[in-house]
């Protein structure tokens, strides 16, 4: 499988950076600073109508661990439901029991409700007791993706993680690492990885945009550059070879 880049973003001018950058898909989420949440229908939608490449959007109704309450875990699969009707092209998410496992049989149901859309597990299995027992459980789940950073804080320290989990992946399921990806820890991931890649990229507006509006920057502090995206999907190519 080629590999793929993915961009996180939280509004819809990312999204079109990264389209024009080069990347292959967005993740669409809120709040990044608290690791990402549920975006509202009405940025999914205008997302959608502006980005020009699939956006997958992140379903988590709270900062914090991944073990959900009922009231949450319906607020879940209605968050599902808009963004299918919205026309996102995923979603991505992910659930643990109280002891600490992928939630399998939840996660089986969600991925149902979610057809024709693709799901992706995401770094939910990083908090999960054995990363490899999890990732067949995601596997059997019917997830066509999962988001790790191998258990660890950053790529560049779960590289090996990341590297056993593709290898027992066998192609059934994409791999993809998160966290931390920069153009350095990329570089060195692929030498040991073949994964996808899911970056934020982010940098502070004013050296992305020059706006007229002096309140811009102050309410958009992060944007993306489409040559920081470009310069990893020239990465990406190269490591291919």
């Known amino acids: 499988m080629a590999l793929q880049l993915e961009i996180c973003i939280e509004a819809p001018a990312a999204g ?3 389209r024009e950058g080069g990347a292959d898909r967005v993740e669409l989420c809120s709040a990044l600073s608290v ?3 549920t975006p509202s229908h009405g940025l999914i939608a205008e997302t959608v109508a502006q980005c020009g490449l699939p ?3 992140l379903v988590r109704p709270r900062a914090g661990n991944f073990v959900y309450s009922s009231e949450e875990l319906r607020m879940i699969e209605r968050d599902i439901e808009a963004a299918k009707q919205l026309g996102a092209a995923g979603v991505v998410l992910g659930v643990l029991d109280a002891a600490s496992e992928v939630d399998a049989e939840r996660t089986r ?3 149902a ?3 024709p859309m693709a799901v992706t597990f995401h770094r939910a299995i990083d908090r999960s007791r054995n990363l490899g027992e999890s990732l067949e459980r995601v596997i059997e789940a019917g997830c066509a993706r999962v988001l790790s950073s191998g258990g660890q804080p950053t790529v560049a320290e779960g590289a090996s993680m990341l590297a056993s989990l593709a290898q027992q992946a066998a192609g059934r399921i994409r791999i993809a690492a998160g966290g931390g990806v920069t153009l350095e820890s990329a570089r060195q991931l692929l030498q040991t990885a073949s994964v996808d890649l899911h ?3 982010r940098r502070h ?3 992305v945009v020059q706006s007229t509006d002096p309140l811009w920057n102050a309410e958009h502090p992060c944007a993306v550059d489409p040559a920081d995206v470009r310069a990893l999907v020239k990465l990406m190519a190269q490591a291919a070879h």
Do not use: F, K
């Open 16 to 18: 079109v950076a990264a």
């Open 109 to 111: 149901a969600w991925v």
């Open 199 to 201: 970056a934020s990229l």
């Open 55 to 57: 956006v997958h959007v």
């Open 113 to 115: 409700q979610a057809a």
């Open 205 to 207: 507006a004013a050296a």
């Open 35 to 37: 690791g990402g949440l």
